[in-house]
């Protein structure tokens, strides 16, 4: 439980419940009976964080193990900071109520680069030392791991290991060496070192970056045996795959307040633009008895009504409405209800949407990401228009009458005629709705369009592409705002600002490292919240670095260029995505893996979409 010393404090913040535990599954332990404690740290609020499936299955996993007890600590909000650091209260996990010094293993997981600040704020405000350098002795080991691991260089100088790929065995493998090494009294520099040997441990500790004189990556060195490539891990068999069957249940409202279940990793789709889609090969699926059994699980010991059934692309699930069957027959005598994220129009049916009927009708969410069919070819988004408007069609005949399009401006070839089509296929939208017979009677429909900037991402066919100016991001809002012609469509756009800062950091080096510990010293944090950011004062920093920012953003890389992710492997080769890259030059879509293999490279790993029993239709 938290520290009585902030029981005064409680009344004078906003949502105090973020800060107090105590909650429905928490687990506590008996600090004298373990062998290593883990702080799980999530670089965000209570609520963000909570939601996260990851933090779950391993925070489940760890306490399992009766020698590790792993807690949670999230980022207190700047109201919550404030009266802390008055009071001199440190960061404290919520279990125990223990600050972080406490603790053996500090685990951060890295989902958005705008949350590196926050690293940085919570080690500050728990009392540890921000560079690794400056840590001393086996303890308060510094570790992360999620998306961001691909690309972690510029924050090298603060974590002492980063976990690349699935964490369920590699995680594991990492505490158990602490464990032998804490036995034998080692120190942490060998600490380091044997954990480097292990498959899918990077110590950045363990490499020298070298520059050219035009400032790109020259060379990337690794020292004390270290491996020259590090390879992700990745958990072949889904089933046998670790799951939790209860959850922490928050005590406050938060994002995703619902039972979760993941169905599947990876995408068998390959758009160019996305990093999840790349990083997460193979796609590797769970059985239909097994999904049904963890849901059933999770319901009956959480008590929630709602299960949320999590992937990258739902209907791309090769066995998905016998899932939802299956799922139904305890689902509806149960009255719990099923919701499908992620579909994709062309996978979108009558029978799904049978299935699926027990969810409010709040809307349906698709993502065409470009407007035109060219630049849908260009990006690999193989989704036609009139699958869309079959789609919202089937929509509107089962009652729906809110529909959100998702897409992105500043795409690589994107042209003013491809920005325009955004606004023209949102009136198609609102038109197939008039057009449809048994649309529901009396009701109008509701389009909303969201248009967010093309961040180009490592391990992706776009790496090398560079992202529009912030102008330039800005005239394509104003175009398509212009473009519209009924009230029936609203238009919501994302600050290119934030975008600009997410690219900067995406591509970076280590000479980064130098910014993140100015921006810390400025009191930046929270860069992924409109009240926190300050595009101005991040702009300051950079120029007291002395670092351009478009140097990482804006500037086109060569296909020659070593880039700083170079020595990280997540089993996409560059050769492949090179050749993805000047499909799209072409504006040639390709096959998505379970039609074709292209040969990407994640065959390697033995299981998965790659040895399906397939027919090549090309």
């Known amino acids: 439980m938290y520290p009585k010393e902030i029981e005064k404090l409680l009344l004078r913040v906003q949502k105090p419940g973020r800060y107090v535990g105590g909650e429905l599954g928490a687990v506590v332990k008996d600090k004298r009976e373990v062998d290593v404690r883990f702080a799980f740290c999530f670089p965000d609020t209570y609520e963000i964080g909570m939601s996260h499936l990851g933090i779950k299955i391993l925070y489940s996993q760890f306490n399992e193990k009766p020698y590790i007890w792993c807690e949670r600590v999230f980022a207190p909000w700047i109201d919550m900071e404030a009266e802390m650091r008055g009071h001199d209260i440190p960061l404290y996990a919520l279990e125990s109520g223990d600050p972080l010094t406490d603790f053996d293993f500090i685990g951060f997981t890295l989902q958005y680069e705008l949350s590196y ?3 940085l704020n919570m080690l500050d405000l728990g009392g540890i ?8 002795g086996l303890e308060h080991i510094v570790v992360a791991g999620g998306p961001c691991a691909c690309n972690p260089e510029p924050i090298t100088d603060f974590i002492d290991i980063f976990f690349l790929g699935d964490g369920e065995e590699v995680d594991l493998e990492v505490i158990e060496l602490y464990r032998v090494c804490k036995r034998e009294g080692t120190s942490r520099e060998e600490f380091l070192r044997r954990a480097s040997r292990i498959k899918g441990v990077y110590v950045p500790s363990l490499y020298d970056v070298s520059y050219n004189a035009d400032g790109t990556v020259s060379a990337i060195t690794p020292l004390h045996g270290a491996p020259s490539v590090i390879e992700k891990r990745v958990m072949i068999n889904m089933d046998e795959s670790y799951y939790p069957d209860n959850f922490v249940v928050p005590n406050i409202e938060i994002v995703h307040d619902r039972a979760v279940e993941e169905i599947f990793r990876g995408c068998i789709r390959g758009c160019r633009f996305c990093q999840a889609g790349f990083l997460y090969r193979p796609v590797r699926e769970k059985s239909v008895e097994c999904i049904s059994r963890q849901c059933h699980a999770l319901c009956r010991n959480t008590g929630y009504d709602e299960v949320s059934l999590s992937s990258l692309s739902s209907s791309d699930y090769s066995q998905v409405v016998p899932m ?3 799922l139904n027959e305890w689902a509806k005598p149960e009255n719990v209800a099923l919701s499908l994220p992620s579909l994709r129009v062309d996978g979108f049916s009558d029978d799904i949407l049978d299935q699926i009927k027990t969810v409010r009708k709040s809307g349906l969410t698709f993502a065409p990401e470009a407007g035109s069919q060219r630049l849908r070819n260009a990006i690999n988004k193989n989704v036609f228009e009139d699958e869309l408007m079959n789609t919202c069609r089937v929509a509107f005949e089962g009652g729906y009458t809110t529909v959100k399009l998702y897409f992105m401006i500043g795409l690589p070839t994107e042209t003013p005629d491809d920005v325009a089509a955004i606004a023209e296929l949102g009136r198609k939208v609102v038109d197939c709705f008039y057009q449809t017979e048994n649309r529901p009677k009396g009701k109008s429909p509701r389009v909303t369009i969201s248009a967010s900037s093309f961040v180009p991402k490592p391990f992706t066919p776009f790496q090398w592409e560079p992202q529009d100016t912030m102008d330039t991001l800005r005239e394509k809002q104003q175009h398509i705002k212009s473009s519209l012609t009924t009230r029936k469509i609203t238009y919501n ?18 000479r980064l490292n130098a910014v993140m510990l100015e921006a810390n010293r400025r009191g930046l944090r929270f860069d992924g919240w409109s009240d ?3 595009l101005e004062r991040w702009l300051e ?11 990482y953003a804006n500037r086109r890389r060569s296909f020659d260029e070593v880039l700083p992710w170079d020595h990280l492997d997540y089993g996409v080769s560059k050769k492949f995505l090179r050749q993805e890259c000047e499909r799209a030059y072409r504006s040639e879509a390709s096959p998505n893996c379970r039609e074709k293999c292209l040969g990407c490279g994640a065959a390697k790993y033995g299981g998965g979409v790659c040895y399906e029993k397939r027919q090549s239709v090309l």
């Open 324 to 326: 939802l069957k299956a």
């Open 117 to 119: 600040t926050n690293i």
């Open 129 to 136: 030392p921000l560079r690794s350098k400056d840590r001393h």
């Open 493 to 510: 756009y994302h600050a290119s600002d934030t975008s600009f800062l997410e690219a900067v950091f995406a591509r970076g080096d280590r």
């Open 541 to 551: 920093v950079f120029d007291a670095c002395g670092i351009d920012p478009a140097f």
């Open 532 to 534: 926190c950011f300050s």
